[in-house]
């Protein structure tokens, strides 16, 4: 649990630098909580949500008449009935596909997302936003605060609100830091609204509707672990937009999408790890697997353009590392593409994608070898001193070594040299164009000039350079180069979300402690009691902070005659509100009785009644911890210790229970004896 006075850092930050989107106006004027873009704005990226979201509603309505169809079909005996519903069906049935199309056809515009530099580089691919219904909590939590709190609801209307105006603001985010923030900052409340108004053993009646990114099909449940879900795909989500629109001709650039697109993966690999039996498809486990896999390949292929910035060219060896980190992305993308092909997944990922990545594949295989061609024939003969370090990288260079002569003879015979690289550049050649010619399969990427220009480039880079190796003369028959082996000097890392960094007060803190005030815990109603100073003050000993707990009760003293009971919790004294109250406050307040006495209000927890009960909830609040384990979907399991470090959520919890000082101290000190205070 979060300590209620830790206050959330300023939000704001700049807007989409390269849209241009509006920041709408402050959820509240002296509030200093995230925004979202203005979702009115007409920039290609809010038109692009603005078609996503409509295509999903079309979607959601022919999805409904179709499953009324199909049970009207099952229903009648009518044989015309039947037809004219059979017609009907088909009609439907057409319409969904060509939505399906559509919104595949929306999920292939990644050019939207890429950087608006005039250099040349490959797109990434980028995931849209998952949509989601509006959502109006008022009268649930409203409800439920009456009834489970006791508490006038009608108080905690400004709350409410607050939380749906930070729901609504997190619809939008903006495509930078800032929209990452006010992501983090609405996951990060959904703990606090878990904790308070979702008991594990009822309803709240609240259904949660969110769309599935890739399919555009509409999903709801009540688990709020859906709810967590999704807010953490679109976390994911935004970093993939945040890297592509990156420009990687810099190496600032290249850093931030590297950090973009392992914070991606991370975010895809956690929502994977702890929330399960997802009901949409993008959450899956296999899509999420998917997801990691195509963001490493991202990566990857980031990594690769870093070193071309950083590796002087005309090095052997720097063009030999070139050669296996391009060896390196064509080998994960493989995988990604095998990946994409699995039964369970390619009926739903867009088709530009699978084709795309295919593409990447072919293309930096290409690569690999054409930079191998170019050590061997454009970079010096090894000389007797650099023989040796050149013998060590290229023995491990291949996957296989090449047939010919010994490798001292092919690193200082420059013949040998050309001929090795004519067949490294014959196979890179015929890369390139089978990485043309799955391009050209698909009419979505066909449209895409930048990726066009950049496999056109590179192919004629490789002829130019074999007609320039190229000799009239040579009668020997080009050879088969052997295949490079991969090989990366900087290894992806996946990055999980770090949910600390966005700190969080708890809207409804109000309420009272989380350690007492929670949705899992009931009490039974509070009790009001005019205690009498005695001779021997009140008759009870007090520990804790927020709120202070009955710690003794003194047979025959005040507190026993008017009916204080170990356990019970002080939350008001002479009408104030002492649920958050420290120890010595509640003890100042008590002090300052005068002859009249002091009436205090108590509550008492169910199944905490007796010494012993007391003595163990009290030893169990003392002891807190830091961290907090993820949640599973459709299940709210206990919030302490997991073995697992890489799993847990850290919520810079402080322990309530640090008064250990005045633990069991006699009250009878409050009137004759001060200075115990």
């Known amino acids: 649990m979060m300590p209620p006075e830790e206050e959330s850092p300023a939000g704001g930050g700049e807007g989409d630098g390269d849209s241009g989107l509006v920041l709408l106006q402050a959820l509240k004027s002296s509030s200093t909580r995230k925004q979202g873009c203005d979702p009115f704005a007409q920039t290609q990226r809010s038109k692009l949500q603005h078609r996503r979201a409509r295509i999903n509603q079309q979607i959601n309505k022919e999805m409904r008449m179709r499953a009324g169809a199909e049970n009207l079909f099952r229903a009648t005996s009518n044989h015309k009935v039947k037809e004219t519903v059979a017609l009907e069906l088909s ?106 108004f979702f008991p594990p053993t009822k309803s709240l009646g609240v259904f949660f509707h969110w769309y599935d990114s890739l399919t555009g099909v509409p999903s709801h449940q009540r688990a709020l672990a859906f709810e967590k879900g999704s807010v953490l795909f679109n976390i994911g989500a935004l970093h993939t937009q945040i890297g592509a629109r990156q420009d990687r001709a810099s190496l600032p650039g290249l ?85 994409m092909t699995q039964a369970h997944v390619k009926d739903y990922v867009p088709f530009s994608w699978t084709t795309m990545v295919q593409v990447k594949s072919e293309h930096f295989k290409a690569l690999s070898h054409y930079f191998a061609a170019i050590a061997l024939c454009d970079c010096p003969a090894a000389s007797d001193a650099e023989l040796p370090e050149q013998e060590k990288a290229f023995i491990q260079f291949h996957v296989t070594m090449p047939e010919g002569p010994s490798l001292r003879i092919l690193l200082q015979d420059p013949e040998e040299r050309r001929k090795l690289g004519k067949a490294h550049l014959k196979k890179a050649i015929m890369k390139h164009e089978e990485a043309m010619r799955i391009h050209g399969l698909c009419k979505i990427l066909r449209k895409m000039d930048i990726l066009q220009e950049v496999l056109s480039f590179a192919h004629k880079r490789s002829l130019s350079k074999y007609s320039e190796i190229d000799h009239e003369e040579d009668f020997f028959e080009t050879g088969d180069a052997p295949d490079i082996h991969p090989k990366t000097h900087q290894k992806p890392e996946i990055k999980s979300p770090n949910f600390s960094q966005v700190k969080v007060t708890d809207l409804f803190h109000r309420l009272g402690p989380l350690s007492v005030f929670s949705a899992k815990n009931k009490w039974y109603p509070a009790r009001r009691v005019h205690l009498m100073r005695g001779e021997n003050g009140f008759g009870f000993t007090l520990r804790g902070d927020s709120p202070v707990l009955i710690a003794g009760v003194i047979p025959g003293g005040c507190a026993a005659e008017a009916g204080l009971k170990e356990g019970d919790y002080i939350i008001s004294v002479n009408g104030k509100d002492c649920k958050w109250s420290k120890h010595a406050e509640v003890v100042q307040l008590l002090k300052s009785t005068g002859e009249e006495g002091v009436e205090i209000t108590v509550i008492t927890l169910q199944g905490s009644e007796g010494p012993k009960a007391a003595d163990k909830k009290s030893a169990a609040m003392s002891s807190g911890s830091g961290m907090l384990k993820s949640n599973k979907e459709n299940s709210r399991k206990s919030l302490m210790n997991s073995k697992s470090a890489s799993t847990l959520l850290v919520w810079s919890k402080k322990s309530k229970r640090s008064k250990k000082s005045t633990y069991g101290v006699p009250f009878t000190a409050v009137g004759d004896n001060e200075a115990m205070y």
């Open 255 to 339: 850093n931030q999408a590297i950090d973009a697109f392992q914070k991606a993966a991370g975010a895809f690999n956690y929502l994977k790890e702890n929330f399960s039996n997802a009901p949409s498809l993008d959450m899956s486990a296999a899509s999420l697997n998917m997801l990691v896999r195509l963001m490493v390949a991202q990566v990857q292929e980031c990594v690769f353009e870093k070193m071309t910035l950083l590796r002087a060219q005309h090095d052997f060896l720097a063009r030999l590392q070139l050669a296996q980190e391009a060896a390196r992305v064509e080998d994960v993308y493989s995988l990604v593409h095998q990946t």
């Open 91 to 196: 009609y439907v049935n057409s319409n969904l596909q060509l939505l399906k199309e559509e919104l595949e056809e929306l999920n292939s515009s990644v050019d939207v997302y890429q950087n608006e530099s005039e250099s040349i580089s490959v797109p990434m691919i980028p995931l849209g936003l998952k949509e989601t219904k509006e959502l109006d909590l008022l009268v649930p939590l409203k409800d439920f605060i009456s009834e489970h709190y006791g508490e006038e609801s009608i108080l905690f209307e400004k709350e409410i609100k607050e939380f749906m105006e930070l729901r609504q603001a997190m619809r939008t985010p903006s495509r930078n830091e800032a929209g990452l923030e006010l992501l983090m900052e609405y996951y990060n409340q959904l703990y606090f609204l878990d904790s308070r």
